[in-house]
C-alpha cells in the first residue's frame, strides 16, 4: 500500500485580499495563498478570518476557515472588535451609510466608531450620535485627537469603513 505524504499545515490570519489572492500572516511571515476550489467558490474567505494553509507544490493554498465572532458585507471582514466610520465634511459625508454601517457592526457584536476627520478645515456636525456611538473629531494634518483613537483602539482588531 502506497501512502500519501500529508502535508503541513500552519495557522494564520487572512490580512489582505486581492482577486484570488488571500496574503496570510503566519506570525513568522506573510503568505501569499490561493483557495482550494470548494472555498473560492464559497466566496468564504473574508479579510480577518483565521485559515489554515499548506504548501501545494509551490504554492500555499488555503484549506480550512475557522469559525468566526462576526463578520460585515461593507467592509467585507471579519473577526474585528470595532469598526471606525471615517467621516469628513469633503466629501460631504454620506450619513445613510454611515448608519447601515453602524446597524450592521451592532448586529454583528462589533463596537461602531465614528472618527470625523479634517477637523482643521470645518467640523463635521455628530449631534445625533454622539448619544449612540463614540465618536472622535481627528485632524490627520495636525494630529489634534489621532493619539486619543490609537489609545482607545490599542489591543482591539479594527478596520475602517467610510466612503473612500
Known sequence: MIMAKQAKTEKGR???????????????????????????FDGNIFVGDYVEIAKDRDAYVIEKVDDRKNQLIRPYVSNIDCCLIVVATEPEPDFVLVDKVIVNCLEQDVEPIIVANKADISPVDLTEYKDIVKCFEISAQTGKGVKEVFEYVEGKTVCLAGQS
Open 14 to 40: 487572512v490580512i489582505k485580499a486581492v482577486a484570488s489572492k488571500f496574503f496570510v500572516d503566519t506570525n513568522d511571515s506573510v503568505k501569499v495563498c490561493f483557495a482550494r476550489k470548494k472555498l473560492k
